[in-house]
């Protein structure tokens, strides 16, 4: 082929037939991809450039196709006349993949025929196998039977008991002979019945499914009537191996009892023979099979009982307890711990003494229900693993003996009963308590109420430790409604108006009991209370601890909140008497109004202002305060009566001065008119200056009456104001008196 020429401008370089980036030959390459060389130009370059690009470069690749068809026209009308003979080749072909095909599908009709037949032999020899299979655990069946009945017609010929020569001949040579040889026969007996009940058990693994059989059918009263001797001799034989405390009989009978599954038979049977005539000895109730008649009734109380029958345990059925919990033995299906031993204590307990599981006496019902918990404590110590202790939790048994328990019904009980006495006592008035002990902090009944209903909740002969949350709870609510009690009379107390009878009509004297009782308790609530809280959780994981702590603190701040609340009424009652006094300053503008004398010496009643106030701090009440409550008591009381005094000498100082402007410019008015000379009046002292001179010299005395109880009356705000109000230019700047 023939190279194309290029095309060349003026000066000979080639012309660009395409931009510089269109390039061709990138058709060409073997992993070209049209989405991604479109993606790779289009950030640069016109989808509208692009096409036209493109379809000028396929007319351009159109008119090479023609330039080659029309430059080799001979070879390309030649190319058809090369193919004459292709379609006898195809023919000869086609023949023999005809043939081939024929050949493939009689191999495959062959080879389905060949897989029905394979198919049908196998299902035939299935069921020839299943009925060989059935035949033989029939025969297998047929044996056994005969193996159990050839057996059970042993049993009788083994001597089985030899009590009574045993008894006869205690004192002789033979005695002992005697006694091992009934040892040896119970043992023989037991090794033999073990024998047995695993022929049974292989005997129940054969007729598992095939109880529908007619053969199976037909042997169904041999098989009931070897059942039946077989449980009765196992239970003769295991009988008397308990009467005997025969270990190997009784390991034996056990292991029998475990291969025919019949485990319920021998606990039942250790319950009967060895449990129930101990229990019913040391819990008598009515129809039980005693030796000696009980005279007198016992009372409702158990822990001697569970003594009693600890000690029995330890005595009469460790033996069996170890043996079935032995490693290896293959026993540990048995549970006498529930299903005999606390069965018949439930039992007993149940029908001799049903009072002890009534909460409505609610002490006894907690000592009884703590010593059913020690007694289950000591039952799960026979138990040799976690796993053991959790199958003994488990069982029907301990779950109907903890329902006997009803701890709800309890705590509602001890809940009125606590609830109930706080409540009462918040009826009455607050008064301290005449007789009380030297270690008694609190003052007021209210007070040392609350401490103890605390405390019951949280004591060991009524909290329920599986309830402690209901009693926290219950202490919460108590301090609820005690802090409601206290808030509520103050409110009535400050409004005067109310239920709370008791706040209003009490004495400020009273007021510090109640401030000290309520300090006391909150440092209780923050030491010794939740100490003893905490240590009674020490079980419990630290976020429950902090929990509780956390509750106990927020319940306990309420009452601290009270704190300043109860101060401000004390303050309050003594301002009140206070400012009663101050109701005396009016008569010192009439004092002056008429008269020119001058004051000389301080008012009466300025010793009075703070007489309530040095009465309340000589009171023996005053004991009961801290330093700090005494000082904010004294700072407070001080404090709002200058207040008070303030606003009073200076309304009377600005109303006496408004008074007096007005009447000098009546009387100046009149002058005027008259032609009078005011030279004479300017003269004078004033109505207000002589006010101020008499105030001046009552804030000095009241000063010193405050220095008196430990008061600097210049840091007082409003004594500071009162005295730049009365006091004389020149004495302003300083106060001193």
């Known amino acids: 082929m023939a190279a194309v020429a290029t095309a060349t401008d003026l000066f000979g370089d080639p012309i660009e037939a395409h931009p510089t980036w269109f390039t061709p030959a990138a058709f060409l390459s073997s992993d070209f991809s049209p989405s991604?060389?479109?993606?790779?130009?289009?950030?640069?370059?016109?989808?509208?450039?692009?096409?036209?690009?493109?379809?000028?470069?396929?007319?351009?690749?159109?008119?090479?196709?023609?330039?080659?068809?029309?430059?080799?026209?001979?070879?390309?009308?030649?190319?058809?006349?090369?193919?004459?003979?292709?379609?006898?080749?195809?023919?000869?072909?086609?023949?023999?993949?005809?043939?081939?095909?024929?050949?493939?599908?009689?191999?495959?009709?062959?080879?389905?025929?060949?897989?029905?037949e394979l198919r049908a032999g196998m299902e035939r020899r299935a069921?020839?196998?299943?009925?060989?299979?059935?035949?033989?655990?029939?025969?297998?069946?047929?044996?056994?039977?005969?193996?159990?009945?050839?057996?059970v017609k042993e049993l009788p010929t083994a001597p089985s008991d030899l009590s009574g020569a045993e008894v006869g001949s205690v004192a002789t040579d033979g005695t002992l002979q005697n006694l091992e040889s009934g040892n040896s026969s119970r043992i023989t007996q037991s090794v033999l019945l073990e024998r047995i009940a695993s022929e049974m058990n292989r005997l129940k693994f054969y007729i598992g499914d095939k109880k529908n059989l007619p053969f199976i059918e037909n042997m169904e009263k041999r098989i009931q009537a070897a059942t039946s001797l077989l449980d009765n001799s196992l239970e003769q034989c295991f009988v008397q191996g308990l009467e005997h405390r025969d270990n190997n009989a009784i390991y034996n009978c056990l292991r029998a009892y475990a291969a025919v599954d019949n485990t319920s038979a021998a606990e039942g049977l250790f319950r009967k023979t060895v449990v129930s005539p101990l229990i019913q000895d040391i819990i008598a109730y009515s129809g039980s099979n005693q030796s000696e008649a009980v005279a007198t009734v016992s009372s409702d109380e158990l822990e001697g009982d569970y003594q009693r029958i600890m000690q029995f345990v330890e005595k009469d059925c460790k033996f069996i307890l170890e043996l079935s919990s032995s490693a290896n033995s293959g026993l540990h299906v048995f549970d006498f711990l529930a299903n005999s031993i606390l069965k018949e204590v439930l039992s007993a307990i149940q029908k001799g003494k049903p009072g002890a599981f009534s909460p409505g006496k609610p002490t006894e019902f907690l000592k009884n229900y703590k010593s059913s918990l020690a007694f289950l404590a000591f039952l799960e110590g026979y138990c040799p693993t976690k796993a053991a202790v959790v199958r003994f939790r488990s069982e029907t048994v301990y779950a109907d003996f903890m329902r006997q328990w009803n701890v709800g019904v309890y705590f509602s009980l001890r809940f009125q009963e606590i609830a109930g006495t706080l409540d009462s006592s918040l009826t009455g008035p607050i008064k301290p308590i005449e007789s009380r002990e030297e270690t008694q902090k609190l003052l007021l009944k209210q007070s040392i109420q609350l401490l103890e209903s605390l405390k019951t909740c949280w004591s060991d002969d009524v909290l329920?430790?599986?309830?402690?949350?209901?009693?926290?709870?219950?202490?919460?609510?108590?301090?609820?409604?005690?802090?409601?009690?206290?808030?509520t009379g103050l409110a009535a107390r400050r409004d005067h108006s109310g239920d709370a009878d008791w706040a209003i009509s009490a004495p400020v004297e009273d007021f510090v009991y109640v401030f000290?009782?309520?300090?006391?308790?909150i440092s209780e609530f923050s030491g010794d209370f939740i100490g003893h809280v905490t240590q009674l959780l020490s079980n419990c994981s630290d976020e429950v601890v902090q929990l509780v702590r956390e509750s106990i603190a927020q319940a306990s701040q309420l009452l601290q909140q009270l704190l300043p609340v109860i101060l401000d009424i004390m303050i309050e009652s003594i301002v009140e008497k206070s400012v009663e006094d101050l109701s005396q300053l009016k008569g010192i503008r009439a004092t002056y109004r008429v008269t020119n004398k001058l004051p000389v010496r301080h008012s009466p009643y300025v010793s009075a202002i703070l007489r309530p106030l040095k009465v309340f701090l000589e009171g023996e009440q005053l004991a009961y305060l801290t330093k700090e409550a005494t000082h904010n008591l004294l700072s407070g009381s001080a404090e709002k009566i200058t207040n008070h005094y303030y606003e009073r000498a200076s309304d009377l100082v600005h109303a006496t001065r408004k008074?007096?402007?007005?009447?000098?410019r009546l009387r100046q008015g009149a002058q005027r008119r008259v032609g009078a000379s005011s030279d004479a009046s300017d003269n004078n002292i004033s109505e207000t200056e002589k006010i101020c001179m008499q105030l001046f010299l009552d804030i000095q005395e009241y000063g010193r009456n405050l220095a008196g109880i430990g008061i600097n009356a210049a840091e007082i705000p409003s004594y500071r104001s009162l005295w730049q109000c009365v006091a004389p230019e020149e004495k302003q700047s300083v106060i001193a008196f």
């Open 659 to 664: 008074t007096e402007s007005s009447l000098q």
């Open 464 to 487: 329920v430790f599986s309830h402690c949350d209901k009693f926290l709870r219950l202490s919460l609510q108590l301090l609820s409604r005690y802090s409601t009690w206290l808030s």
């Open 127 to 151: 069921a020839t196998a299943a009925s060989r299979e059935l035949l033989e655990r029939m025969l297998d069946t047929f044996h056994v039977v005969s193996k159990v009945e050839k057996l």
């Open 516 to 521: 000290h009782d309520v300090s006391v308790l």
């Open 36 to 116: 991604s060389y479109i993606s790779s130009l289009r950030s640069y370059v016109p989808l509208e450039t692009l096409a036209t690009e493109l379809r000028s470069h396929l007319t351009s690749l159109n008119s090479d196709l023609i330039d080659l068809v029309n430059r080799d026209y001979a070879d390309f009308v030649g190319l058809g006349s090369r193919l004459a003979g292709a379609g006898d080749a195809a023919a000869r072909i086609r023949a023999p993949l005809a043939e081939l095909r024929s050949k493939v599908a009689a191999l495959r009709g062959a080879a389905a025929t060949q897989l029905v």
